[in-house]
Protein backbone atom coordinates (compact mmCIF):
# COMPACT_ATOMS: atom_id res chain seq x y z
CA UNK A 1 0.00 0.00 0.00
CA UNK A 2 1.39 3.54 -1.43
CA UNK A 3 4.32 1.75 -2.59
CA UNK A 4 5.49 2.29 -6.17
CA UNK A 5 4.36 -1.35 -7.12
CA UNK A 6 0.65 -0.68 -5.19
CA UNK A 7 0.40 2.48 -7.33
CA UNK A 8 1.97 0.28 -10.62
CA UNK A 9 -1.00 -2.51 -9.71
CA UNK A 10 -4.19 -0.44 -9.51
CA UNK A 11 -2.76 1.69 -12.84
CA UNK A 12 -2.56 -1.55 -14.51
CA UNK A 13 -5.73 -3.06 -13.16
CA UNK A 14 -7.25 0.61 -14.50
CA UNK A 15 -6.22 0.84 -18.15
CA UNK A 16 -7.09 -2.84 -18.67
CA UNK A 17 -10.52 -3.15 -17.08
CA UNK A 18 -11.56 0.21 -19.18
CA UNK A 19 -10.44 -1.61 -22.45
CA UNK A 20 -12.84 -4.15 -21.52
CA UNK A 21 -15.56 -1.18 -22.46
CA UNK A 22 -16.20 -0.86 -18.35
CA UNK A 23 -16.20 3.00 -17.18
CA UNK A 24 -13.78 3.29 -14.54
CA UNK A 25 -13.16 5.32 -11.69
CA UNK A 26 -10.19 5.51 -9.35
CA UNK A 27 -10.27 6.59 -5.51
CA UNK A 28 -7.53 7.77 -4.17
CA UNK A 29 -6.84 8.21 -0.24
CA UNK A 30 -3.80 9.28 1.91
CA UNK A 31 -1.83 6.21 3.25
CA UNK A 32 1.64 5.31 4.75
CA UNK A 33 4.35 3.75 3.07
CA UNK A 34 7.66 2.54 4.91
CA UNK A 35 10.64 1.66 4.49
CA UNK A 36 13.25 0.24 6.42
CA UNK A 37 17.03 -0.64 6.17
CA UNK A 38 17.61 -3.33 8.66
CA UNK A 39 17.61 -3.67 13.02
CA UNK A 40 20.33 -4.66 14.97
CA UNK A 41 20.15 -5.60 19.02
CA UNK A 42 23.31 -5.90 21.30
CA UNK A 43 23.56 -6.93 24.83
CA UNK A 44 26.74 -7.66 26.33
CA UNK A 45 28.73 -7.99 23.15
CA UNK A 46 26.35 -10.68 21.89
CA UNK A 47 23.89 -9.98 18.90
CA UNK A 48 20.62 -11.10 18.03
CA UNK A 49 18.70 -11.79 14.91
CA UNK A 50 15.50 -9.05 15.16
CA UNK A 51 13.58 -7.05 12.36
CA UNK A 52 11.85 -3.95 12.54
CA UNK A 53 8.22 -4.25 13.25
CA UNK A 54 6.00 -3.05 9.63
CA UNK A 55 5.19 0.68 10.02
CA UNK A 56 7.27 1.32 12.97
CA UNK A 57 9.59 4.20 13.67
CA UNK A 58 12.90 3.79 13.59
CA UNK A 59 15.26 3.99 16.63
CA UNK A 60 19.07 4.16 18.21
CA UNK A 61 18.64 3.77 22.10
CA UNK A 62 20.56 2.07 24.50
CA UNK A 63 18.52 0.44 28.28
CA UNK A 64 18.13 -1.77 30.39
CA UNK A 65 16.10 -4.49 29.35
CA UNK A 66 12.76 -5.35 31.03
CA UNK A 67 11.31 -8.68 30.44
CA UNK A 68 7.31 -8.78 30.61
CA UNK A 69 5.74 -12.07 29.69
CA UNK A 70 2.10 -11.41 31.03
CA UNK A 71 -0.47 -8.33 31.05
CA UNK A 72 -0.57 -8.14 34.65
CA UNK A 73 3.71 -7.89 34.88
CA UNK A 74 2.93 -4.86 31.83
CA UNK A 75 -0.11 -3.31 34.12
CA UNK A 76 2.85 -3.79 37.71
CA UNK A 77 6.36 -2.26 35.68
CA UNK A 78 7.05 0.99 36.58
CA UNK A 79 9.98 1.92 33.58
CA UNK A 80 10.01 4.73 30.82
CA UNK A 81 13.17 4.73 30.37
CA UNK A 82 13.60 0.80 29.65
CA UNK A 83 13.13 -1.10 26.94
CA UNK A 84 10.61 -4.09 27.29
CA UNK A 85 10.91 -7.53 25.97
CA UNK A 86 7.15 -8.95 25.60
CA UNK A 87 6.97 -12.49 25.25
CA UNK A 88 4.98 -15.29 26.20
CA UNK A 89 1.21 -15.19 26.98
CA UNK A 90 1.57 -11.57 25.84
CA UNK A 91 2.37 -11.80 22.63
CA UNK A 92 0.33 -14.82 21.32
CA UNK A 93 -1.92 -12.84 19.21
CA UNK A 94 -0.90 -10.08 16.48
CA UNK A 95 -2.72 -7.01 17.71
CA UNK A 96 -5.31 -5.28 16.13
CA UNK A 97 -3.93 -2.00 15.29
CA UNK A 98 -4.87 0.49 17.53
CA UNK A 99 -7.97 2.63 14.97
CA UNK A 100 -8.70 -0.57 12.98
CA UNK A 101 -12.61 0.07 12.65
CA UNK A 102 -13.89 -3.75 12.05
CA UNK A 103 -12.89 -5.79 14.74
CA UNK A 104 -10.68 -5.39 17.93
CA UNK A 105 -10.50 -7.47 20.84
CA UNK A 106 -10.62 -5.70 24.43
CA UNK A 107 -7.53 -7.17 25.49
CA UNK A 108 -5.34 -6.21 22.53
CA UNK A 109 -6.80 -2.28 22.94
CA UNK A 110 -5.64 -2.80 26.73
CA UNK A 111 -2.14 -3.68 26.10
CA UNK A 112 -2.19 -0.90 23.37
CA UNK A 113 -3.02 1.09 26.09
CA UNK A 114 -0.66 0.17 28.43
CA UNK A 115 2.03 0.15 26.78
CA UNK A 116 1.53 3.95 25.45
CA UNK A 117 0.82 4.84 29.10
CA UNK A 118 4.33 3.26 30.19
CA UNK A 119 5.92 4.69 27.17
CA UNK A 120 9.29 2.35 27.10
CA UNK A 121 12.35 3.49 25.01
CA UNK A 122 11.29 0.31 22.41
CA UNK A 123 9.82 -2.49 22.48
CA UNK A 124 10.96 -6.09 21.69
CA UNK A 125 8.30 -9.07 20.66
CA UNK A 126 9.75 -12.16 21.02
CA UNK A 127 6.96 -14.19 18.79
CA UNK A 128 5.89 -17.34 17.25
CA UNK A 129 3.18 -18.18 15.01
CA UNK A 130 -0.28 -16.51 14.56
CA UNK A 131 -1.73 -18.60 11.48
CA UNK A 132 -4.85 -17.20 11.91
CA UNK A 133 -4.20 -13.15 11.36
CA UNK A 134 -0.65 -13.56 9.92
CA UNK A 135 -0.24 -16.83 7.97
CA UNK A 136 3.03 -18.42 8.10
CA UNK A 137 5.44 -15.88 9.24
CA UNK A 138 7.47 -16.75 11.72
CA UNK A 139 8.18 -14.99 13.75
CA UNK A 140 5.43 -12.81 12.85
CA UNK A 141 5.11 -9.23 13.62
CA UNK A 142 3.04 -8.76 17.16
CA UNK A 143 3.16 -4.91 16.18
CA UNK A 144 2.34 -3.68 12.93
CA UNK A 145 0.85 -0.76 13.04
CA UNK A 146 1.37 2.88 12.20
CA UNK A 147 -0.86 4.73 14.20
CA UNK A 148 1.51 3.23 17.21
CA UNK A 149 4.39 5.36 17.86
CA UNK A 150 6.41 3.45 19.87
CA UNK A 151 9.65 1.86 18.16
CA UNK A 152 9.31 -1.49 17.93
CA UNK A 153 11.06 -4.48 16.92
CA UNK A 154 10.57 -8.54 17.00
CA UNK A 155 12.15 -11.67 17.29
CA UNK A 156 11.57 -15.18 17.28
CA UNK A 157 10.28 -16.56 20.59
CA UNK A 158 13.58 -19.04 21.35
CA UNK A 159 16.07 -15.90 21.04
CA UNK A 160 13.19 -14.23 22.80
CA UNK A 161 13.91 -16.70 25.94
CA UNK A 162 17.87 -16.80 25.61
CA UNK A 163 17.80 -12.85 25.78
CA UNK A 164 15.23 -12.53 28.42
CA UNK A 165 18.03 -13.74 30.68
CA UNK A 166 19.62 -10.24 30.06
CA UNK A 167 16.61 -8.96 32.39
CA UNK A 168 18.32 -5.45 34.26
CA UNK A 169 21.27 -5.49 31.46
CA UNK A 170 21.33 -2.54 29.29
CA UNK A 171 20.72 -3.47 25.67
CA UNK A 172 21.70 -1.66 22.28
CA UNK A 173 19.02 -1.24 19.98
CA UNK A 174 19.19 0.24 16.20
CA UNK A 175 16.37 0.17 13.88
CA UNK A 176 16.62 2.06 10.65
CA UNK A 177 13.37 2.39 9.30
CA UNK A 178 10.51 5.44 8.23
CA UNK A 179 7.31 6.28 7.57
CA UNK A 180 6.69 8.30 4.31
CA UNK A 181 3.33 9.81 3.94
CA UNK A 182 1.73 8.31 0.52
CA UNK A 183 -1.52 7.60 -1.56
CA UNK A 184 -3.43 4.72 -2.64
CA UNK A 185 -6.72 3.93 -4.41
CA UNK A 186 -9.49 1.82 -4.72
CA UNK A 187 -10.36 1.52 -8.81
CA UNK A 188 -13.98 0.68 -9.28
CA UNK A 189 -15.48 -0.43 -12.92
CA UNK A 190 -19.18 -0.18 -13.95
CA UNK A 191 -20.83 -1.99 -16.67
CA UNK A 192 -24.90 -2.13 -16.87
CA UNK A 193 -28.26 -0.32 -16.74
CA UNK A 194 -29.59 -0.49 -13.43
CA UNK A 195 -26.76 0.48 -10.78
CA UNK A 196 -29.93 0.67 -8.12
CA UNK A 197 -29.68 -2.61 -8.36
CA UNK A 198 -26.08 -4.45 -8.85
CA UNK A 199 -23.58 -6.97 -8.27
CA UNK A 200 -20.19 -6.20 -6.61
CA UNK A 201 -17.17 -7.95 -7.37
CA UNK A 202 -14.56 -7.17 -5.10
CA UNK A 203 -10.68 -8.62 -4.56
CA UNK A 204 -7.79 -6.92 -3.08
CA UNK A 205 -5.20 -6.01 -5.07
CA UNK A 206 -2.75 -5.21 -2.22
CA UNK A 207 0.16 -8.00 -0.85
CA UNK A 208 1.57 -8.51 2.52
CA UNK A 209 4.73 -6.34 2.92
CA UNK A 210 7.54 -8.89 1.99
CA UNK A 211 4.97 -11.36 0.19
CA UNK A 212 5.27 -11.34 -3.78
CA UNK A 213 1.11 -11.83 -3.05
CA UNK A 214 0.74 -14.85 -6.07
CA UNK A 215 -2.26 -16.50 -3.97
CA UNK A 216 -2.54 -13.47 -2.23
CA UNK A 217 -4.15 -11.85 -3.87
CA UNK A 218 -3.07 -11.19 -7.45
CA UNK A 219 -5.03 -14.32 -7.84
CA UNK A 220 -8.38 -12.85 -7.40
CA UNK A 221 -7.98 -9.38 -9.19
CA UNK A 222 -6.30 -12.10 -12.69
CA UNK A 223 -9.86 -13.37 -11.66
CA UNK A 224 -11.90 -9.76 -11.81
CA UNK A 225 -10.05 -8.78 -14.99
CA UNK A 226 -10.74 -12.45 -16.75
CA UNK A 227 -14.75 -12.00 -15.45
CA UNK A 228 -14.55 -8.14 -16.87
CA UNK A 229 -12.87 -9.68 -20.57
CA UNK A 230 -15.67 -12.39 -20.33
CA UNK A 231 -18.14 -9.25 -19.92
CA UNK A 232 -17.23 -6.75 -22.43
CA UNK A 233 -20.07 -7.43 -24.27
CA UNK A 234 -22.75 -7.65 -21.04
CA UNK A 235 -25.09 -5.05 -21.63
CA UNK A 236 -27.96 -6.10 -19.24
CA UNK A 237 -29.89 -4.07 -16.29
CA UNK A 238 -28.44 -5.27 -13.50
CA UNK A 239 -25.64 -3.21 -12.62
CA UNK A 240 -21.98 -4.72 -12.17
CA UNK A 241 -19.59 -3.40 -10.44
CA UNK A 242 -15.75 -4.54 -10.04
CA UNK A 243 -13.77 -3.19 -7.73
CA UNK A 244 -10.03 -3.89 -6.71
CA UNK A 245 -9.72 -3.27 -2.93
CA UNK A 246 -6.97 -1.31 -1.55
CA UNK A 247 -5.99 -2.50 2.01
CA UNK A 248 -7.05 -5.93 2.80
CA UNK A 249 -3.37 -6.55 4.05
CA UNK A 250 -3.05 -2.95 5.23
CA UNK A 251 -2.81 -2.43 9.13
CA UNK A 252 -5.61 0.28 8.72
CA UNK A 253 -7.75 -1.06 5.20
CA UNK A 254 -8.11 2.65 4.23
CA UNK A 255 -9.94 1.27 0.54
CA UNK A 256 -12.19 -0.64 2.47
CA UNK A 257 -12.99 2.27 4.86
CA UNK A 258 -13.40 4.51 2.03
CA UNK A 259 -15.72 2.10 0.09
CA UNK A 260 -18.13 2.05 3.04
CA UNK A 261 -18.31 5.81 3.04
CA UNK A 262 -18.11 6.41 -0.29
CA UNK A 263 -21.54 3.74 -0.02
CA UNK A 264 -23.55 5.04 2.86
CA UNK A 265 -27.12 4.48 2.59
CA UNK A 266 -26.49 2.42 -0.92
CA UNK A 267 -26.07 -1.35 0.06
CA UNK A 268 -29.23 -1.81 0.33
CA UNK A 269 -28.90 -1.60 -3.66
CA UNK A 270 -26.62 -4.91 -3.94
CA UNK A 271 -28.16 -7.86 -4.30
CA UNK A 272 -24.82 -9.77 -4.07
CA UNK A 273 -21.34 -8.84 -2.80
CA UNK A 274 -18.77 -10.90 -3.81
CA UNK A 275 -14.99 -11.35 -2.82
CA UNK A 276 -12.48 -13.12 -4.22
CA UNK A 277 -9.29 -14.01 -2.25
CA UNK A 278 -6.71 -16.86 -2.39
CA UNK A 279 -7.94 -18.50 -5.26
CA UNK A 280 -6.40 -21.03 -7.76
CA UNK A 281 -4.02 -22.80 -5.52
CA UNK A 282 -2.91 -25.90 -7.67
CA UNK A 283 -3.73 -28.07 -4.77
CA UNK A 284 -6.92 -28.88 -4.00
CA UNK A 285 -10.54 -26.95 -4.98
CA UNK A 286 -12.35 -23.64 -5.62
CA UNK A 287 -14.18 -23.01 -2.08
CA UNK A 288 -17.47 -20.71 -2.02
CA UNK A 289 -19.37 -19.82 0.59
CA UNK A 290 -22.63 -17.71 1.09
CA UNK A 291 -23.91 -15.22 3.91
CA UNK A 292 -27.07 -14.46 4.40
CA UNK A 293 -28.07 -14.57 0.71
CA UNK A 294 -31.90 -14.69 0.33
CA UNK A 295 -33.57 -18.32 -0.76
CA UNK A 296 -33.34 -17.36 -4.60
CA UNK A 297 -29.61 -15.99 -4.75
CA UNK A 298 -28.57 -19.42 -2.26
CA UNK A 299 -30.60 -21.35 -4.92
CA UNK A 300 -29.02 -19.75 -8.20
CA UNK A 301 -25.57 -19.44 -6.70
CA UNK A 302 -25.23 -23.15 -6.15
CA UNK A 303 -26.79 -24.41 -9.32
CA UNK A 304 -24.33 -22.26 -11.51
CA UNK A 305 -21.70 -23.52 -9.44
CA UNK A 306 -22.65 -27.07 -9.22
CA UNK A 307 -22.00 -27.06 -13.70
CA UNK A 308 -18.31 -26.30 -12.56
CA UNK A 309 -15.88 -29.54 -11.70
CA UNK A 310 -13.90 -28.15 -9.02
CA UNK A 311 -16.09 -25.91 -7.13
CA UNK A 312 -17.16 -27.33 -3.70
CA UNK A 313 -19.04 -25.04 -1.41
CA UNK A 314 -16.44 -24.61 2.33
CA UNK A 315 -16.72 -22.99 5.11
CA UNK A 316 -17.45 -19.92 6.07
CA UNK A 317 -15.02 -17.36 7.08
CA UNK A 318 -14.90 -13.68 7.94
CA UNK A 319 -11.56 -12.17 7.93
CA UNK A 320 -11.68 -11.07 4.76
CA UNK A 321 -13.45 -8.23 2.53
CA UNK A 322 -16.54 -10.08 1.38
CA UNK A 323 -17.06 -8.53 5.54
CA UNK A 324 -18.10 -5.10 4.11
CA UNK A 325 -20.98 -6.58 2.77
CA UNK A 326 -21.98 -8.26 6.18
CA UNK A 327 -21.20 -5.77 8.40
CA UNK A 328 -23.42 -3.37 6.17
CA UNK A 329 -26.67 -5.79 6.14
CA UNK A 330 -25.83 -6.90 1.95
CA UNK A 331 -25.81 -10.66 1.05
CA UNK A 332 -22.45 -11.73 0.16
CA UNK A 333 -20.58 -14.72 -1.42
CA UNK A 334 -16.94 -15.46 -0.59
CA UNK A 335 -14.18 -17.50 -2.95
CA UNK A 336 -11.15 -19.10 -1.90
CA UNK A 337 -9.56 -22.51 -2.05
CA UNK A 338 -10.64 -25.24 0.10
CA UNK A 339 -6.76 -25.96 0.76
CA UNK A 340 -6.81 -22.40 2.96
CA UNK A 341 -5.43 -24.38 6.18
CA UNK A 342 -2.50 -25.71 4.16
CA UNK A 343 -1.80 -22.26 2.52
CA UNK A 344 -2.30 -20.68 6.13
CA UNK A 345 0.32 -22.05 7.35
CA UNK A 346 3.25 -22.59 4.35
CA UNK A 347 2.18 -20.00 1.99
CA UNK A 348 0.04 -17.10 2.78
CA UNK A 349 2.25 -13.69 3.54
CA UNK A 350 5.46 -15.39 3.08
CA UNK A 351 7.86 -15.25 0.69
CA UNK A 352 7.14 -18.49 -1.05
CA UNK A 353 3.74 -17.02 -2.22
CA UNK A 354 4.87 -16.78 -5.95
CA UNK A 355 3.18 -17.32 -9.09
CA UNK A 356 4.12 -21.36 -9.39
CA UNK A 357 1.91 -22.44 -6.53
CA UNK A 358 -1.27 -21.22 -8.97
CA UNK A 359 -3.27 -23.31 -11.45
CA UNK A 360 -3.59 -20.64 -14.31
CA UNK A 361 -7.04 -23.44 -15.33
CA UNK A 362 -8.55 -22.67 -12.28
CA UNK A 363 -8.49 -19.09 -12.77
CA UNK A 364 -10.31 -19.44 -15.53
CA UNK A 365 -13.08 -21.81 -14.53
CA UNK A 366 -14.08 -19.04 -11.88
CA UNK A 367 -13.91 -16.49 -14.25
CA UNK A 368 -16.46 -18.58 -16.56
CA UNK A 369 -18.19 -19.04 -13.02
CA UNK A 370 -18.72 -16.11 -12.45
CA UNK A 371 -19.27 -14.77 -15.53
CA UNK A 372 -22.58 -17.74 -15.46
CA UNK A 373 -24.09 -16.05 -12.57
CA UNK A 374 -23.67 -12.27 -13.84
CA UNK A 375 -26.07 -13.62 -17.16
CA UNK A 376 -28.27 -15.71 -14.42
CA UNK A 377 -28.80 -12.78 -12.22
CA UNK A 378 -29.59 -10.75 -15.25
CA UNK A 379 -32.35 -13.17 -16.55
CA UNK A 380 -34.14 -13.47 -12.86
CA UNK A 381 -34.35 -9.73 -12.47
CA UNK A 382 -35.75 -9.37 -15.41
CA UNK A 383 -38.53 -12.14 -14.77
ZN1 LIG B 1 -6.01 -11.90 1.02
Redesign the pocket.
Known amino acids: MGSEGNRAATDFFEETISFFEFITESTSFDCMDWEEQGASLMVDGKKFEIHASPYSLGCDVKAPLVVLSSVEELAAVNASENIFILRGELTKEQLMPKNFPFYNPEQHQCIIQLLESKNPQAIITATSRDLEMVGGSYPFPMIEDGDFNIPSVYMTDEDGDKLAEYAGVPVELKSRATRISSTGSNVIARKGERHDQRIVFVA ?1 IDARMGSPGAS ?2 ASGVIVLLLLAELLEEYSGELGVEIVAMNG ?2 YYSNPGEQQYITLNKDRFNEIILGINI ?2 VGYSKGLTAYSLYDTPENITDISNSVFSKYDEFVEGEAWYAGDHGIFLLNQAPALAITSNEMAELMREITHTPNDKPDILDRTKLVEIAYALRDLVYEFEEHLRA
Open positions: HDNEDDD
